[in-house]
């Protein structure tokens, strides 16, 4: 099975940035579109960013619009989330999921397999 681990999360004030990872292990993400999630306390999972498998189609939320940025390495089999301008309203538990497609995009993906999360605190 799939295993997803996520890094790179911590405490940063407003204004500032981090990059998560999202490391696979057991399989090649090649197939895979990723998506990044995040839950903060009290609220619904939303969905943050998405990058198809090959890297060509990428989208996101409108509440992180201009200020994240979704990549992968296939090659090194992670994908990364950098996160700039961060706000308060960005803390929350950030978890990255696969799911197999043969498209080129994330649409109608269904995300089978996920990370066990890392916590992501703005705050001064």
């Known amino acids: 099975q799939l295993q997803l681990v996520e890094s790179g999360g911590g405490l940063v004030q407003p204004g500032g940035s981090l990059r998560l990872s999202c490391a696979a292990s057991k399989f090649s993400l090649d197939y895979y579109a990723i998506g990044w999630f995040r839950q903060a306390p009290g609220k619904e999972r939303e969905g943050v960013s998405c990058?198809?498998?090959?890297?060509?189609?990428?989208n996101y939320a409108d509440s992180v619009k201009g200020r994240f940025t979704i990549s992968r390495d296939n090659a090194k089999n992670t994908v990364y989330l950098q996160m700039n301008s961060l706000k308060p309203e960005d803390t929350a538990v950030y978890y990255c999921?696969?799911?197999?497609?043969?498209?080129?995009?994330?649409?109608?993906?269904?995300?089978?397999?996920w990370g066990q999360g890392t916590q992501v605190t703005v705050s001064s």
């Open positions: 999921a696969a799911g197999f497609t043969l498209r080129n995009h994330c649409s109608g993906v269904s995300f089978g397999s």
């Open positions: 990058i198809s498998s090959s890297g060509g189609s990428t």
